[in-house]
């Protein structure tokens, strides 16, 4: 059951930092890659962390009060805004469908592939950049030694070379299948050996249903990856050629998100496009998915746990946040959900219960 006081809010936040404290006083500190212990892969911890072993934790938590607050309200003002002139939305998505579903770049079978990457090449140079620069946000670090770490033109243009490379095949190969679209149109283009183009439904997505499955959807993801996640931890093979990339680096900072093996990526985009497909989202849906999608994957390896980060808006304990994945990058264990925490939950509460049998076995 999720905390639903802030008290139990400062509880959950004080034992992230407390593992993140803990973990850097050892000598991954000091600019050497955070990476598991030798000679083991990462495991579950069995202690039970104190209400508040960090003071600062409790201090830090009641300055956010007032901030979380305000961003609370205003995200539930936007909220009941939204639903009240959800039929001026209705109508804004109608014209905007309308127009984009007659482009030529917009039929392209590679619009999606393209699409994340230049959003994602948004999001990960404005949203880092901005923190790092307004001296006013540095208050929200989750360490100290949190960054922003500059990356050239030339390496973003060969990340996403390597990033569309696998996924231009892929989209040649596979054809598109959108909820709306004629089953004859299906049948039409499985003769072709090569997708150019995509079949898009005539109808516009409904506002409500729109927001109910890219929500729907973040979910599903979460579950999947928290799977292949746990999975890529706990097996030493799998951790050491797919995952051990990810977890090498020093202090933490935005870029860290794209630091993937291709095994890995690949894995996110499947959980990705799996979790919108169980929905049969729109294809505008799956536009609207991708930007809060990327927000939350870049919002959790900032390092700076903001106001408005989601699982600051949702009821406290539900979701992680930069904190809860910080934590994860330093000692290499728990918080294994991207975004929620509730298998975490009780992932912990199942260790503590083997590890108690075990005790009275003995």
Not at 67 to 76: G, S
Not at 83 to 103: A, G, K, T
Not at 224 to 240: E, G, I, M, P, S
């Amino acid at each position: 059951m999720a905390p639903s006081t802030f008290e139990d809010w400062q509880i959950r936040t004080s034992c992230c930092r407390d593992d993140i404290i803990d973990a850097t006083s050892t000598k991954q500190r000091g600019g050497n890659p955070l990476r598991p212990p030798q000679n083991s892969e990462p495991q579950l911890s069995n202690r039970k962390p104190a209400v508040s072993r960090n003071e600062t934790a409790g201090s830090l938590a009641e300055n956010y009060r007032k901030e979380t607050q305000i961003a609370r309200l205003v995200a539930f003002i936007l909220v009941c805004a939204s639903f009240y002139f959800r039929n001026s939305f209705q109508m804004c998505i109608d014209i905007l469908w309308e127009h984009l579903r007659l482009q030529p770049y917009f039929c392209s079978a590679y619009f999606e592939s393209v699409y994340v990457t230049v959003v994602y090449g948004l999001i990960i140079v404005l949203y880092p950049y901005a923190m790092h620069y307004i001296s006013y946000l540095s208050r929200f670090k989750v360490k100290d030694d949190v960054t922003y770490v500059h990356q050239t033109v030339l390496g973003i243009l060969k990340d996403a070379v390597v990033y569309l490379a696998p996924l231009f095949f892929a989209d040649s190969i596979i054809q598109k299948k959108y909820s709306g679209v004629p089953v004859d149109e299906w049948a039409i283009r499985s003769k072709q050996w090569i997708q150019t183009t995509r079949a898009l439904p005539v109808e516009s997505p409904n506002f409500l249903t729109m927001c109910f499955h890219v929500f729907g959807s973040v979910i599903v993801f979460d579950a999947l990856f928290f799977v292949v996640h746990f999975t890529l931890h706990k097996n030493a093979f799998l951790y050491r050629h797919v995952h051990a990339l990810h977890h090498r680096h020093g202090a933490m900072h935005a870029h860290v998100t794209n630091q993937l093996t291709v095994v890995e990526r690949g894995a996110i985009v499947v959980a990705a496009n799996y979790s919108l497909k169980l929905f049969s989202a729109h294809p505008l849906t799956r536009l609207v998915f991708v930007v809060v999608f990327l927000w939350m994957l870049v919002d959790n390896h900032t390092g700076y746990d903001m106001p408005w980060s989601p699982h600051r808006l949702a009821p406290a304990g539900l979701m992680g946040g930069p904190a809860a994945h910080h934590a994860h990058h330093v000692n290499g264990a728990k918080h294994y959900q991207p975004f929620f925490t509730y298998l975490d939950t009780c992932l912990e509460r199942w260790d503590a219960r083997k590890s108690v049998g075990i005790s009275k076995g003995k």
